[in-house]
């Protein structure tokens, strides 16, 4: 969430600028690109490509890579639109995309798998500095290992009125949040729990200028992608983003903040958004 400032602007960064360089024709053409990948229909090019950047990482987040396949607008040739494909039993063989289609949805497609040339196709997956795409699906797998809310015999029993031997309930809860933080260690994530129950206040702040570099490094990312994009659509425009903390600029943050050379309530203005 908020990969870019929500809603195009930032309190504490109010220098933060988003602009699109080029001829008017194809800035033009990259700003249509954009627009079709933003969820809500804007005009202004700071909100447009805000959008476009989190819906991008929306999507990355959920499967650990953002797939779009490329097409022409009907009316205009020379504007292109980028339209969302599942990454679901899609697979890249030789050259090309082959999308597997489920029995369920035989009725609809009429087909077995769809193919697709790979230069009609857009990918954007986890930057290498975050793991990679394979690094993150290991993450959201192993994820799914323990339930926040107890183990199935735990929570059966609990169903019945029966109570559980041998079984420490709050025990669980703090090794299933040790686990959490371990495998997510990369992005610092801390599952939204500021409360500082269970680590030190150092270690939360740690973990949130951490979580605030992961960010910064899948925005630019994001951002590089549709630069090459633009080149090779032959769109002659470059989207250039400034006025908000760098991934690298946090990185030197978090090591001061280390060295104990920044304090607590200056760390939240030099990352934040």
């Given at each position: 969430l908020a990969i870019m400032p929500i809603g195009g602007t930032s309190q504490r960064h109010p220098k933060f600028n988003v602009v699109i360089e080029g001829n008017n024709s194809d800035c033009k053409r990259a700003l249509a690109l954009c627009g079709s990948l933003a969820q809500?229909?804007?005009r202004d090019v700071i909100k447009v490509v805000c959008d476009a950047v989190d819906q991008v990482a929306l999507?990355?987040?959920?499967?650990g890579r953002a797939v779009h396949e490329i097409v022409r607008d009907?009316?205009?040739k020379t504007i292109w639109h980028l339209e969302s494909v599942t990454p679901k039993n899609l697979y890249w063989i030789s050259?090309?995309?082959v999308q597997i289609i489920p029995k369920k949805d035989y009725q609809y497609f009429k087909k077995r798998?769809?193919?697709?040339?790979?230069?009609?196709?857009?990918?954007?997956?986890?930057?290498?500095a975050l793991g990679g795409s394979a690094g993150y699906k290991k993450i959201l797998s192993g994820l799914k290992r323990f339930k926040h809310l107890g183990p199935e015999f735990w929570r059966i029993d609990l169903e019945k009125g029966i109570q559980t031997k041998n079984f420490n309930f709050q025990d669980y809860v703090l090794n299933t949040e040790i686990y959490y933080t371990k495998i997510t260690r990369s992005w610092g994530w801390n599952r939204r729990d500021y409360s500082q129950r269970n680590c030190t206040e150092f270690f939360t702040f740690y973990k949130i200028i951490s979580f605030r570099w992961a960010q910064a490094v899948l925005r630019e990312h994001i951002i590089t992608e549709l630069n090459?994009?633009?080149s090779r659509l032959q769109i002659q425009a470059k989207i250039l983003v400034s006025g908000i903390p760098t991934a690298d600029e946090i990185l030197k943050v978090r090591k001061e903040f280390t060295e104990g050379k920044v304090n607590?309530?200056?760390v939240l203005d030099l990352t934040s958004l």
């Open positions: 809500y229909e804007r999507h990355i987040g959920w499967h009907a009316e205009d050259g090309y995309y798998f769809i193919v697709v040339q790979k230069s009609n196709i857009w990918e954007v997956s986890v930057p290498a090459k994009l633009l607590f309530d200056k």
